[in-house]
């Protein structure tokens, strides 16, 4: 006892670090075994999607082989798919139009909403395909196939067709915002942003009331003409591509309730470089051409388009050009305006 | 493993810290020996076999060289101290600049002739090395009288406060300790509250503000204009002192925690007035190394002015390239030559009668000194440098806007960052030192840093994220 106090007395420090390291430990074992609780339940969740992603492949495998690209839209697609030519057997060329029986919840073909008053046709996006690799992640299975940008009579446009334009998205949307020199957008962008809170999360300033609210409330008390979206790379280790495709989905069914007249354009998310694509297990373009796949089956070429934002930047692999990046994820200050460049060159103009 | 991680403060530490008081005082440096070994080979499980050699080479070469020594024999002293040296450099060779040799030869000779390895570097080469060729010299040089045991030996060159980062302790300042170390509890304690404040230094200051220095690479040099280049050349500078300070501080703490006096490694160096006093603090332990073991061989001053510059020449072109195999480190170390040569020769004098302008001096050239030192390819630290001076060759796409957002966001932590690096902590700490204020001071830190650290481990991008 008279020994312990001379410890107390000498040594406060220790002491205190010690019983406090037995709080934290004590008041994080309790929330720990609900967790475990929880992790368990979701690694179900994970095996569900493995299957469900398996299946799914089987369904597009199907398609691979069954068409090929009826009407060509003559934009940048086809030069990726000319440089895919260059690089692939000829096996693997193979470009395919998709069909698999993905709808909108909510919306029927026969709804009409973009102006013009006659039945449109969806357009699905087009594929370069590639031989696929084994895979062995919780998070994605190789889709052997990258998404190309919706073949549409894509108009030039000037910088003032962004003026009722809104930008949604992550880190690569900041940089955008940041550095493209593209100041008459809207800009709802956010370090770290995901497709699960996306729309929830309070970060944008009301113009009105100088309130922080969520992208729902922006998008509910105002009206935009294009909505650009870039998101999904911070998500790429949470959950696996199916419960991503249906957060996606529904993100869209909402943002097309609520913007009725807007033109959606849902972009690619851009790839990491070589260096990362080797070493990350999570953060790879496999893992993104996966996720990448599941949102190009979403847009319908009507309201939705994808737009293949990886083209721009990609090397002969498809990945990230090592020397555009410094970080291995974002592109360097100076090349934001490229991709500026990219989207007035493929602008959805309607009403004509 | 790093100190700043939770495997090592909350895992490793605590088991080893028990082992060791648990062994009574003769079987200390076993325990520390083993728990050393351990404590690497959970980073380096293959180049422990390295370290485990050298250190046997090198006991058995000191040996050699002691008894050579006592018995006269010049001849085998010097062939013993020859082949060790050889042995020790060779291997950092190998390790460290064969590739960077082998390119500069291949592009020198425009062929490829020298095949690259691609060794990658084993952890703590350079420093234990250098504590190596240290030990052996100063047996040499009758600087030892007594070579120790082996286990003393051994326990002096892995003890793993000091394996990793430094500071390069000579033997000679432990050599009483490894004999027989007492720790008292106020000894304890004092080693654990540096160690808590190191830990703080290198969590809260410098990862912190690592981030915008990260933020600064990423943007790419070519778009940022001469204010946001200054910040992040500010922003490595405090990044790299506190980085550094810290884990010397905590290899002080932890060593005090054993028993061990560990020399100190800084003495506020950006408080300096000029070059010179710079590297009197920065560092110690390395400029130590240099003066006593390559300056004063070589001669030192006492050969005339041209073999002095000569020497001093030599020292900083190798400070430089121990730093890293690249020249922009060749570069840089020749740098401190020149301005260590010129204040010596010209204007040394003059920077000490003018206070305000030495601290102008310092603190435009510790920024600038720091780029040379970070930014390894040479084409972009030419265009850092022309940011910094206002050339600006492509349009800049981060100004002023940024800059305000810049300084909303970091400047806090700018100011914390350059109150620390002023005499400010150093007068706190000694006030407080020992007071229960310091206690709270410690825990807070402690806390903060390790929530910190755990923000890191639960999501590695916390500092990345996209």
Redo the contacts between chains.
């Keep these: 006892m008279k020994r312990l106090k001379?410890?107390i007395k000498?040594?406060?420090?220790?002491v205190?670090?010690l019983c406090?390291?037995g709080v934290?430990a004590a008041a994080e074992h309790l929330p720990q075994v609900i967790q475990e609780t929880d992790t368990s339940q979701e690694q179900e969740d994970t095996t569900a999607d493995w299957i469900t992603d398996d299946t799914q492949e089987l369904v597009s495998n199907d398609s691979i082989d069954g068409t090929i690209g009826s009407n060509r839209a003559p934009d940048l697609s086809e030069q990726a798919i000319m440089e895919a030519d260059g690089h692939e057997s000829s096996q693997e060329d193979l470009v395919s139009s998709e069909e698999t029986n993905d709808r909108m919840p909510g919306e029927t073909d026969g709804q009409n909403t973009a102006g013009s008053g006659t039945k449109q046709k969806k357009i699905k996006p087009k594929y370069i395909t590639y031989e696929k690799k084994q895979t062995d992640s919780p998070w994605y299975t190789d889709p052997g196939k990258i998404p190309l940008t919706t073949e549409y009579d894509y108009q030039k446009v000037k910088n003032d067709y962004f003026d009722d334009a809104v930008f949604i998205g992550?880190?690569?949307i900041v940089g955008m915002h940041?550095?493209s020199?593209l100041t008459n957008a809207t800009f709802f962008s956010k370090?770290?942003l995901t497709i699960y809170n996306l729309l929830d999360e309070k970060f944008v300033e009301d113009p009105k009331t100088g309130k922080d609210v969520t992208v729902s409330d922006m998008l509910q008390n105002y009206q935009y003409g294009k909505i650009y979206l870039m998101v999904g790379?911070?998500e790429l280790g949470t959950g696996g591509t199916e419960r991503f495709k249906e957060a996606y989905k529904d993100v869209l069914d909402k943002m097309r309730k609520w913007q009725p007249d807007a033109v959606i354009y849902v972009q690619s998310i851009m790839g990491v470089s070589p260096k990362k694509d080797r070493t990350d297990d999570v953060f790879n373009n496999t893992n993104i051409r996966d996720k990448n796949c599941a949102i190009a089956n979403l847009t319908d070429g009507i309201h939705i388009f994808y737009l293949n934002i990886q083209e721009i930047y990609e090397d002969e692999n498809h990945a990230l050009k090592q020397d555009l990046?410094?970080?291995d994820?974002?592109l360097?200050?100076?090349y934001y305006d490229k991709w500026v460049k990219y989207l007035k060159n493929h602008a959805v103009v309607k009403g004509e | 493993m790093l100190f700043s991680s939770i495997e090592f403060i909350f895992r490793f530490l605590p088991i080893f810290l028990i082992c060791y008081f648990l062994v009574p005082g003769r079987g200390r440096n076993a325990v520390l020996f083993l728990g050393s070994l351990i404590f690497y080979a959970i980073g380096e499980p293959v180049y422990v076999l390295l370290m485990l050699g050298s250190i046997i080479v090198n006991y058995g070469a000191a040996r050699a060289v002691a008894s050579c020594k006592r018995s006269g024999k010049t001849g085998g002293q010097r062939f013993w101290l020859t082949s060790v040296l050889v042995l020790d450099l060779g291997a950092l060779f190998l390790f460290k600049y064969f590739d960077f040799f082998a390119e500069n030869m291949n592009l020198l000779l425009n062929r490829e002739l020298v095949p690259m390895l691609h060794l990658t570097l084993p952890l703590g080469i350079s420093f234990y090395t250098f504590q190596m060729i240290s030990y052996v010299a100063d047996v040499s040089m009758g600087n030892i009288d007594d070579p120790g045991s082996f286990l003393e030996f051994a326990t002096y060159l892995s003890m793993f406060p000091q394996l990793i980062a430094g500071p390069i302790v000579q033997y000679r300042e432990v050599s009483a300790q490894l004999r027989n170390r007492t720790v008292t509890l106020p000894m304890f304690e004092r080693g654990l509250e540096i160690f808590c404040l190191g830990l703080a230094s290198k969590v809260l200051l410098a990862n912190k503000i690592s981030i915008f220095w990260n933020q600064v690479q990423g943007i790419g040099f070519s778009s940022i204009s001469t204010p946001v280049a200054w910040m992040g050349a500010f922003a490595f500078s405090f990044q790299i002192y506190f980085d550094f300070w810290g884990y010397s501080l905590m290899a002080m703490g932890l060593g005090a925690m054993m028993g061990f006096q560990i020399p100190r490694n800084f003495t506020v160096p950006y408080m300096s007035r000029s070059a010179t006093e710079f590297w009197r603090r920065w560092h110690i332990t390395l400029g130590r190394f240099f003066r006593e073991y390559v300056y004063i061989p070589l001669g030192g001053n006492r050969k005339g002015r041209v073999h002095t510059i000569c020497n001093i020449f030599i020292v900083w072109a190798l400070t430089g390239l121990w730093h890293g195999a690249n020249w922009n480190f060749v570069l840089w170390g020749i740098g401190f030559f020149v301005l260590l040569t010129a204040e010596k020769n010209i204007y040394g004098d003059f920077l000490q009668r003018h206070v305000v302008f030495s601290r102008l001096y310092m603190w435009i050239l510790i920024p600038v000194s720091w780029m040379v030192f970070e930014i390894t390819d040479l084409s972009q630290l030419m265009i850092y440098l022309k940011q910094m001076i206002g050339i600006h060759a492509a349009p800049v796409l981060v100004g002023t806007e940024q800059l305000l957002r810049y300084l909303r966001q970091y400047g806090w932590l700018f100011a914390v960052c350059a109150l620390c690096a002023t005499w400010f902590p150093v007068r706190l700490y000694r006030r407080w030192k020992g007071r229960p204020i310091m206690v709270i001071v410690c825990l807070v830190v402690f806390w903060l840093s390790v929530y910190e650290i755990r923000q890191g481990a639960a999501n590695p991008f916390l500092y990345f994220r996209f």
């Design positions: 001379k410890i000498a040594c406060p420090l220790a205190c670090l406090s390291w934290v992550d880190s690569r940041d550095y020199g370090t770290g790379i911070n990046t410094f970080d994820v974002h360097y200050a100076q």
